[in-house]
Every structure is written in C-alpha cells, then in structure tokens.
C-alpha cells in the first residue's frame, strides 16, 4: 500500500526558509520520479518541483521557485524534502508529494505553508 506522509509545514515571514519532509514507503522508491506539488486556496494544483529516481539524477523546477526551492532525497530512508527559501506570500499554500506509479498518480495528505503578506 502506497503511502506518502508530508510534514514540516508551518507559518513563516516573508524572506524565511522551511523544509519540507516526504516519507514514503509500500513501492520501491529507490525507481520512481518524486514531485512536489502545491495548490493555493482558489486556484488549481501546479507542480512545483521533481526529482528522477537516481542521484544524481534529473531535477526539474517551476519558474516561479527556481532559485528559491531545493529538492533531493535520500533513497536509503525513503524521503524526500523540498527547502524552501526566500518565501513569499504567494507561496503560501498546501504542499504534497506524489508518485506515478504509471498510473495512477498517488498524494500524501499534504502540508500547509503560510507566508503572510
């Protein structure tokens, strides 16, 4: 059974920095893409950043964190974190990871950033 447990979500002031924590288990997470996805109140889920399964292996980030967010995992303990600096308000929102396992797409519960204006 596919699980994905997200933590490390909290409030924070604009300019702060947060990491964000993905635990992972009942697949071989050692083979798969691991994303991160975001979705702010009113509007759609957009991907924010992607790691392939092999370190070093290909990273993919939006534009609008490229230079402010991080992705890696640790394949050993079957995590995966985001760090996220410079935040700004419009950060602000659930954040969860995901798997493909082709198909279908699996979420953690996610986690909820806030970054007040």
């Known amino acids: 059974q596919v699980q994905l447990v997200e933590s490390g979500g909290a409030s924070v002031q604009p300019g702060g920095s947060l990491r964000l924590s993905c635990a992972a288990s009942g697949f071989s997470f050692r083979t798969y893409t691991m994303s991160w996805y975001r979705q702010a109140p009113g509007k759609e889920r957009e991907k924010v950043a992607s790691i392939a399964a092999v370190v070093p292996g290909q990273i993919w980030y939006a534009d609008s964190v490229k230079g402010r967010f991080i992705i890696s995992r640790d394949n050993a303990r079957n995590m995966v974190y985001l760090q996220m600096n410079n935040l700004k308000p419009e950060d602000t929102a659930v954040y969860s990871c995901?798997?493909?396992?082709?198909?279908?797409?699996?979420w953690g519960q996610g986690t909820q950033v806030a970054v007040p204006s």
């Open positions: 995901s798997v493909l396992i082709p198909p279908p797409r699996f």
